[in-house]
T-cell receptor, first 110, second 115 residues
Framework: EDKVVQSPLSLVVHEGDTVTLNCSYE??????LLWYKQEKKAPTFLFML????IEKKSGRLSSILDKKELFSILNITATQTGDSAVYLC??????????FGTGTSLTVIP | NAGVTQTPKFQVLKTGQSMTLQCAQD?????MSWYRQDPGMGLRLIHY???????DQGEVPNGYNVSRSTTEDFPLRLLSAAPSQTSVYFC??????????????FGPGTRLLVL
């Protein structure tokens, strides 16, 4: 069964729009959830979340985790063309296993 | 720091050939791992290591071997390549700080084509 489901699969928005990317997961012995941005090459780290309800922010990006409902969201405000990428979420367990969703492909149109 | 480096960038193999994908990091990270990324499948963990001399299997270990003789290096070996192993391979290392915060760094990837 799928351990990580990301939605939507793809998204096309105009510059300046706000987007919300979703990640639901099912991992036994949950340890953390990481968000990455992938632009045709290697994924680059965005956030690590371990506690419910605590928002992590970095510029126009923010993320929050709900460990009870087993999901996380990534928000991007005032989108720019440079935000176009595939966004991956990856929960890990205490046994050092990492799991990834197939990602959300975001395209920002000027 | 060079971060995580991988060689080669691209490789073509014939079915049955063997090869080693190289991965090195200069950040003194204990945890290293190998992933493969296939269209529609996301990243899948192949093998990982929590320190020199310690390795373990991930989600899709069959057909791959690893070893970790030093903290810096974590090579991935394909013993007998199969077309199903055509993929992009990423090596990653992870930093954990004293507060439990972790950051995972990926190498640039190796694109492997098995004919």
């Amino acid at each position: 069964e799928d351990k990580v489901v990301q939605s939507p699969l793809s998204l096309v928005v105009h510059e300046g729009d706000t987007v919300t990317l979703n990640c639901s997961y099912e991992v036994t012995n949950f340890r953390s959830l990481l968000w990455y941005k992938q632009e045709k090459k290697a994924p680059t780290f965005l956030f690590m979340l371990t506690s419910s309800g605590i928002e992590k922010k970095s510029g126009r990006l923010s993320s929050i985790l709900d460990k009870k409902e087993l999901f996380s969201i990534l928000n991007i405000t005032a989108t720019q063309t440079g935000d176009s990428a595939v966004y991956l979420c990856g929960p890990s367990d205490t046994g050092n296993q990492f799991y990834f969703g197939t990602g959300t492909s975001l395209t920002v149109i000027p | 720091n060079a971060g995580v480096t991988q060689t080669p960038k691209f490789q073509v193999l014939k079915t049955g050939q063997s090869m080693t994908l190289q991965c090195a990091q200069d950040m003194n990270h204990e945890y290293m791992s190998w992933y493969r990324q296939d269209p529609g499948m996301g990243l899948r963990l192949i093998h990982y290591s929590v320190g020199a001399g310690i390795t373990d299997q991930g989600e899709v270990p069959n057909g791959y071997n690893v070893s970790r003789s030093t903290t810096e290096d974590f090579p991935l070996r394909l013993l007998s390549a199969a077309p199903s192993q055509t993929s992009v391979y990423f090596c990653a290392s992870r930093r954990d700080n004293y507060f439990g915060q972790e950051t995972q760094y990926f190498g640039p990837g190796t694109r492997l084509l098995v004919l």
